[in-house]
Nanobody
Framework: QVQLVESGGGLVQSGGSLRLSCAASGSIRSIYTTKWHRQAPGKQRELVAT???????SYSDSVKGRFTISRDNAKATVYLQMNSLKPDDTAVYYCSTDSREAWKDFTTWGQGTQVTVSS
């Protein structure tokens, strides 16, 4: 099984930057996709960015050009660099992984980290 711990959230002014981290432990070799999601109060959870073990990356239109997803395999950590932050980016940010073990697929979620962007 995979365990995830997120960190890096906080309060930042509009136009500022933050870097979120998603550290994985456990069966990390079984992971094939890591995603960042966010959920703002009263809104549905939104997929923000995806990175696969093959290096394929995708972003939602709302963050494209401002956010960058990357990974450090040695640290088993995926990052979300967030630049030019806007108040609309305020949300709880979650990372998740898709993994496969014993021919079964699993999705694991982190506990979430709050990002607040002030105007």
């Amino acid at each position: 099984q995979v365990q995830l711990v997120e960190s890096g959230g906080g309060l930042v002014q509009s136009g500022g930057s933050l870097r979120l981290s998603c550290a994985a432990s456990g069966s990390i070799r079984s992971i094939y996709t890591t995603k960042w999601h966010r959920q703002a109060p009263g809104k549905q959870r939104e997929l923000v960015a995806t990175i696969t073990t093959g290096g394929t990356i995708s972003y939602s239109d709302s963050v494209k050009g401002r956010f960058t997803i990357s990974r450090d395999n040695a640290k088993a950590t995926v990052y979300l660099q967030m630049n030019s932050l806007k108040p609309d980016d305020t949300a709880v940010y979650y990372c998740s992984t898709d993994s496969r073990e014993a021919w079964k697929d699993f999705t694991t979620w982190g506990q979430g980290t709050q990002v607040t962007v002030s105007s």
